[in-house]
């Protein structure tokens, strides 16, 4: 267990719908990292927040947006979605402003149907 | 070209071998990451390096800036260590940019 909780495990949705993927990180680290697993782009990062505040973007996309909140819990939300947007979506956790000491959740699976 | 390049991209082996998994990059980095994603689909991370080697258990991972590649070694391997290993790479800030995966798949 990495101390890092993804909530939902799983979500099926429509397209044109929002979904909010939530994340809580390991206790007492301040970056919450996002990255997205598909089937034909591999791992990619999305972004990064440290104590609240962005501190690096990856390829996001502009109908995606994250967020960081003062309990450092964040929340990814994904809106208008597409069917190109089903994937398996990972939080990780870090003390620290960088990568070192990276934990992963167990990751929430999107199905865009 | 894909800016990190994993070999092999299978890789098959028998209980007790010594294996090897290849990563070479193309840009410039600050750090190099080994990972594991099992087969249920967590990752774990396994090393963060910048230069030299570094050893967990019977795990050892390797990195030659000058040639911009890195080598995760596994010795004596265990159908355990079946998993699929992602090498990435700090580009700036704490962006990774990640390779397509090597499964390894060991038999007993």
């Not at chain 1, 979500?11 to 997205?36: E, N």
């Not at chain 1, 996001?60 to 809106?79: G, T, W």
Request: proline share 4%.
């Amino acid at each position: 267990d990495s101390g890092v909780t993804q909530t939902p495990k799983h979500l099926i949705t429509a397209t044109g719908q929002r979904v909010t993927l939530r994340c809580s990180p390991r206790s007492g680290d301040l970056s919450v990292y996002w990255y997205q697993q598909s089937l034909d782009q591999g791992l990619q990062f999305l972004i990064q927040y440290y104590n609240g505040e962005e501190r690096a973007k990856g390829n996001i996309l502009e109908r995606f947006s994250a967020q960081q909140f003062p309990d450092l819990h964040s929340e990814l939300n994904l809106s208008s979605l597409e069917l190109g947007d089903s994937a398996l979506y990972f939080c990780a956790s870090s003390p620290g402003l960088t990568n070192e000491r990276l934990f992963f959740g167990s990751g929430t699976q999107l199905s865009v149907l | 070209k894909n800016e990190v390049e994993q070999s092999p991209q299978n890789l098959t082996a028998q209980e007790g071998e010594f294996i090897t998994i290849n990563c070479s990059y193309s840009v410039g980095i600050s750090a190099l990451h080994w990972l594991q994603q099992h087969p249920g689909g967590g990752i774990v991370s396994l090393f963060m390096l910048s230069s030299g080697k570094k050893k967990h258990g019977r795990l050892i991972a390797t990195i030659n800036i000058q040639e911009k590649h890195s080598s995760l070694h596994i010795t004596a391997s265990h159908p355990r260590d079946s998993a699929v290993y992602i090498c990435a790479v700090e580009t700036s800030g704490s962006r990774l940019t990640f390779g397509e995966g090597t499964q390894l798949t060991v038999n007993p």
